[in-house]
């Protein structure tokens, strides 16, 4: 049990930090690949009007964009799709780009014709913004994922190494007697154990 809480200990804090130091290489590559990419290159619909039947593709993440004239508070949107809506608002002024602001996040399930509607405005465009990233963001997911389970192992391995040595017994100590064997000290009371001179068998003088 003592080995199996110390290797546990082990393996989930190097996993952890292992773990910690891939998501945050990831992390950094994404944002990079933000900070340097021009968004135009990734429009995918550039809508006349408020609405539009698009096909949308069940891997890729879509973004709604809308004129900088508008205000984010103010414009909604909705993305039917066989009668439920796909639509996740999101105003994060970090993905707005030229006269363009994000209003929000096309959470698509299924790839087929999405039924897009954005009202109070008369022209919105629907940007691709996960093939950008790559690999990265799905690679940060999974490091992040490792990195609690990498941290419960730990847990785990610091709660056994705690209990095994509050329950380990006590270490024996051993003295070597006049025979030559070797046999465990016994603790005795004060005043026991103490040698006494051996009887006399009889008077001096006898």
């Not at 009007?49 to 698009?54: D, F, K, N, P, R």
């Not at 691709?128 to 992040?144: A, C, I, K, Q, R």
């Amino acid at each position: 049990m003592e080995s199996v809480a110390k290797w546990a200990s082990v393996i989930g804090g190097v996993g952890a930090l292992v773990c910690f130091i891939a998501s945050s290489h990831f992390l950094n590559a994404t944002s990079s690949s933000h900070d340097d990419v021009d968004w135009n290159d990734w429009i995918v619909y550039e809508v006349e009007g408020s609405e539009a039947t698009l096909f949308l593709d069940e891997d890729i993440g879509y973004t709604i964009y809308v004129e900088d004239s508008h205000s984010c508070s103010e414009v909604t949107a909705t993305v039917y799709f066989e009668g439920e809506d796909y639509y996740d608002p999101n105003c994060d002024p970090f993905y707005d780009f030229d006269n363009w602001i994000q209003i929000g996040d096309i959470v698509n399930d299924y790839g087929g014709d999405h039924q897009v509607t954005v009202t109070s405005v008369d022209r919105f465009i629907v940007v691709d913004w996960t093939t950008v990233d790559g690999n990265n963001f799905e690679y940060m997911l999974m490091s992040s994922l490792g990195c609690c389970v990498f941290l419960i192992i730990l847990v785990i391995g610091l709660v056994l190494t705690a209990f095994t040595e509050k329950k380990a017994p006590p270490t024996p100590q051993f003295v070597r007697d006049s025979s030559g064997q070797y046999r465990p000290i016994e603790e005795k009371p004060d005043g026991q154990g103490e040698e006494k001179p051996p009887e006399s068998g009889g008077d001096w003088w006898n």
